[in-house]
């Protein structure tokens, strides 16, 4: 038998294989964990349509679940409600900021609003506000890239979805 | 694998709304697969990205709605199956086994692709790309907010994931229209041909087809809106002949394509056609 919380504790160990700080937990695309007996059923929602590390995430979660001992996996996949970066936890936006990605502001809208404005992205190194967008598509689908122009540095802003 | 833990199938698909879904499939897969060819050659590496980017966005929606029809056609009736048998891969008939999304987007033949004729055109210059970008995604972005209502919950469930993805297509593709448009005599002089170009074939977004659950001649006003606005600051013209009579260009959402559309999918669809049911 094993309890529901403790798949919750071996998913905290399954990484996102783009941004290596932060657990699938922490991303909070773990949706549901149901257990009966030694059978884990989990249900996953996926953060960009197209994210390809999604099947990675995949298999990395049956890999680490195997080598706990649970070889009964099923993985769902629910698309609706759709994943926002509201449901990223606390403690992941904090992992986020130390690993030099500033994390998404919360409430923030994804991109409706007017062309060509920037949000007030806090420098994850320095916290300066005195920063400018880049490109609003970097290095992975989530990211976007800006510059601070107080340290000088560029950086990752996890763009809000 | 993951199964699509949402897909109701208590309630079957009738042969037209699975039509439906392989036309916002097609749709977004040709797209992608167009943008893709930017890989290795876009104009900056950050704008290289974010076209490869909205490529990959665009390749995950169609994936959704190819495992969702997928899933959908197993489920029929034999009678439904019948109906939709016109689309369905030659290839895969011998298989002997059932439908999967693959087999949807690999192996289908030009006539029975259904994506709009906008989506398959050559990615021409950067000015060509971003245009046609601009003009889909304000097409899609009034689709996909439309679908929010639909009674398919499925359908409606991609629609939400998708639109928030398309919401940065927009706008990316909204700031390059302005800012070639605005930009210097050679960029100026390039959107406009692109303009010329591309015009005829946006009356097609608003023309429904036969299968189409939803009426989109609706979304024409919105997304004139949208245009107007963009032009405006870019400095362009509103195209001539902004009735639909003059944008004639028609016929791919029910299989009537250009001489493009066959050479992209023999080079998109060359690997599974040589080692059928190649897997990565």
């Not at chain 2, 439906?20 to 950050?46: K, M, S």
Request: aromatic share 10%; charged share 20%; with cysteine.
């Amino acid at each position: 038998m094993v309890t529901e919380n403790e798949i919750w504790q071996i998913l905290q160990e399954v990484k996102d294989p783009e941004v290596p700080v932060l657990s699938v937990v922490d991303l909070g695309i773990v949706r549901h964990v149901q257990t009966e007996g030694d059978k884990i059923l989990l249900t996953i929602t996926p953060t960009y349509s197209g994210c390809p590390a999604m099947d990675v995430i995949n298999m990395d979660i049956r890999l680490k679940l195997i080598e706990k001992g649970y070889r009964d996996v099923t993985i769902n996949q629910q698309l609706a409600p759709a994943w926002t970066t509201d449901w990223m936890s606390e403690a992941g936006k904090q992992k986020l900021k130390a690993y030099g990605i500033a994390p998404p502001i919360y409430g923030s809208k994804s991109a409706t609003g007017n062309l060509f404005s920037e949000e007030a992205v806090p420098c994850p190194r320095c916290n300066s506000v005195a920063t400018k967008l880049i490109s609003q598509f970097a290095s992975t689908a989530c990211k976007s890239m800006y510059r601070c122009l107080d340290c000088k540095e560029a950086f990752d802003y996890f763009k809000c979805h | 694998m993951t199964q699509p833990a949402d897909t109701d199938l208590s309630h079957a698909l009738t042969p037209e709304a699975w039509a439906f879904l392989l036309h916002l499939a097609d749709n977004a897969l040709i797209l992608g697969q167009r943008n893709a060819e930017w890989c290795g050659h876009g104009p900056a590496l950050e704008q290289d990205i974010a076209i490869t980017n909205i490529s990959l966005d665009l390749i995950g929606q169609a994936r959704n709605f190819y495992q969702y029809a997928a899933g959908a056609y197993n489920a029929m009736s034999i009678l439904n199956k019948t109906a939709v048998d016109h689309l369905l891969p030659r290839l895969w008939k011998g298989y002997d086994r059932q439908l999967e999304e693959d087999d949807l987007a690999f192996l289908r033949e030009e006539r029975q692709y259904l994506n709009l004729l906008i989506s398959e055109l050559p990615k021409g210059d950067w000015a060509q790309t971003v245009l046609r970008q601009f003009f889909f995604s304000a097409f899609q972005y009034q689709q996909y907010n439309d679908l929010l209502q639909a009674e398919d919950e499925q359908l409606a469930g991609i629609a939400a994931k998708s639109l928030k993805e398309v919401a940065y297509h927009l706008r990316w593709s909204s700031e390059w229209v302005i800012r070639l448009g605005d930009g210097t005599a050679e960029s100026h002089a390039r959107i406009d041909n692109a303009l010329k170009e591309l015009w005829p074939f946006t009356g097609e977004f608003f023309t429904p087809a036969s299968y189409e659950l939803r009426d989109t001649s609706t979304y024409s006003t919105a997304w004139s809106d949208r245009v107007t606005a963009v032009f405006e600051e870019a400095t362009l013209p509103t195209p001539e002949g902004a009735a639909l009579g003059a944008r004639l260009q028609k016929g791919g959402k029910e299989g009537i394509h250009t001489e493009y559309l066959g050479i992209l999918l023999s080079e998109m669809q060359y690997l599974q056609r040589t080692y059928p049911n190649a897997v990565w």
